[in-house]
């Protein structure tokens, strides 16, 4: 049987990281066999692509941008996510599809409609079967972050208010895919809402199969 696909979202600064790591140690525990990836970078080639995303110091062309991040995905996909569904694994990615609609899309403002198709390219279709979003206060995320900026951390209030309100909307959109937790608060408060959303979800996919 195939692995269930789970994926994390959230601004850089919403906890996120911690959380994935406490969520592995759940989900084992009960029992699942989990991969923990990554994008950008979670394959070797993509490794490659993340170095020049996060730290190129010249200009990057936003459409170049977003190919760049597609071109990430479909190598992880193909190399490393499918395979790891395939032999029955949980597979935990942190940042995926939503990741490219939220800040190239709502945050940068290329056309959101295009990015959907590119990532139903780029994914060959293969879809989170739960997404869960930290949403965070964005001056609470930028004092998270502090003083070691990468690239795309150094984007203006502006730019963290649009994408937290794209990842609101795209919530809005898919609310049985996408779970949204209340992440300004303590690691412990934010991992009981977590528990509360797989525990659910478990349960559901349980009585469907
Ligand atoms: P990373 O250091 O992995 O940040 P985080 O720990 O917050 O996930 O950097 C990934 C950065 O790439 C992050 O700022 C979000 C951005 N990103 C996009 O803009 N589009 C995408 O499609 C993906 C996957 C990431």
């Not at 203006?156 to 649009?162: A, E, R, S, V």
Request: aromatic content about 8%; charged content about 30%.
């Amino acid at each position: 049987m195939r692995g269930k696909f789970i994926t994390f979202e959230g601004a850089d600064g919403s906890g996120k990281t911690t959380q994935i790591e406490k969520i592995k140690t759940y989900l084992e525990a009960k029992g699942h066999e989990c991969l923990l990836t990554r994008e950008p970078g979670g394959s070797k080639l993509g490794g490659k692509i993340r170095e020049i995303l996060l730290h190129y110091d010249g200009n990057v062309d936003s459409l170049c941008e977003l190919l760049l991040y597609m071109a990430d995905r479909a190598q992880h996909v193909q190399t490393v996510i499918l395979p790891a569904l395939n032999e029955g694994k949980t597979v935990l990615c942190d940042r995926y599809t939503d990741s490219s609609v939220a800040y190239q899309g709502y945050a940068r403002g290329l056309d959101i409609e295009r990015i959907i198709k590119l990532n139903e390219i780029a994914t060959d279709n293969i879809e989170p079967d739960l997404t869960i979003v930290f949403d965070v206060e964005t001056e609470v995320a930028m004092q998270r972050v502090g003083e070691t900026k990468d690239r795309l951390e150094q984007e203006g209030i502006d730019f963290h208010k649009k994408l937290r309100y794209g990842y609101l909307e795209l919530a809005k959109k898919f609310p049985q895919r996408i779970k949204v937790v209340n992440s300004n608060l303590g690691i412990e408060e934010v991992f009981e809402q977590v528990k509360k959303i797989l525990d659910e979800k478990w349960l559901e996919t349980q009585i469907k199969s």
